[in-house]
């Protein structure tokens, strides 16, 4: 089975511009999460997507969302970038049930450089 | 959450058992352990979890003690490609609408020759 898959793997992008993120979870997982990662913060939950529905959101601004399609494909978004939105972004994928939500598989992650 | 508590740091040398402790003293009744571990650079990696019974699987043992107020995970045969920060989390039964995983500073294990 193939695992999850995070396009782009770099992204270079400048103060104030968008970006959009994404994420194929493994096939038949209908959980995808998204996590920030920072050398200060560690490692930070942002949002939760089951079934094309937001069912979980961390403590992000509002510059952060999100959305999940119907084949469970996700998409991440930050808008008016900030210097500290740079991280690496974890997308993790998990069956979605009661004891295997939190038995979650990873992709390898974009690294998001804002100058 | 129940709160856990790990080693920042253990050091193992090539092809011993390594150890790492976690302590999780306000475990609830229903509240399993979950651990990940993170290789520099990539996303990280379910290892095992466990409730009260100790785990086995091909990575590694779960050994949790009776009063559930601590842990330990197992990697019988440590190689240089364990290497990694070993996070040890604890949760409960997802409900549906509370699945988010929290990781904390987790243990920094270096594997040497």
């Known amino acids: 089975k193939a695992g999850v898959t995070q396009t782009p793997r770099y992204l270079i992008k400048t103060r104030g511009q968008q970006v959009t993120l994404s994420c194929s979870p493994i096939?038949?997982?209908?959980?995808v999460s998204w996590y920030q990662q920072t050398p200060g913060q560690g490692l930070q939950f942002l949002f939760e997507y089951f079934s094309e529905t937001q069912r979980n959101k961390g403590n992000f601004p509002g510059r952060f969302s999100g959305r999940q399609f119907s084949n469970s494909r996700s998409e991440m978004n930050v808008s008016t970038l900030e210097l500290g939105d740079s991280a690496l972004y974890l997308c993790a994928s998990s069956g979605g049930g009661q004891l295997s939500s939190y038995e979650q598989y990873f992709g390898p992650g974009t690294r998001l450089t804002v100058t | 959450d129940a709160k856990t508590t790990q080693p920042p740091s253990m050091d193992c040398a090539e092809g011993r058992a390594a150890n790492l402790p976690c302590n999780h003293s306000t475990i609830s009744g229903n509240e399993y352990v979950y651990w990940y571990r993170q290789i520099h650079s990539q996303g990280p990696q379910y290892i095992i979890h466990g409730l009260k019974n100790n785990e086995t699987n091909e990575m590694a043992s779960l050994i949790i003690t009776e009063d559930r107020k601590s842990s330990t995970l197992i990697l019988p045969h440590a190689t240089l490609r364990d290497t990694a920060v070993y996070y040890c989390i604890v949760r409960p039964p997802s409900t549906g609408t509370a699945s988010k995983l929290t990781f904390g500073t987790g243990t920094r294990l270096q594997v040497t020759l």
């Open positions: 096939s038949g997982h209908r959980s």
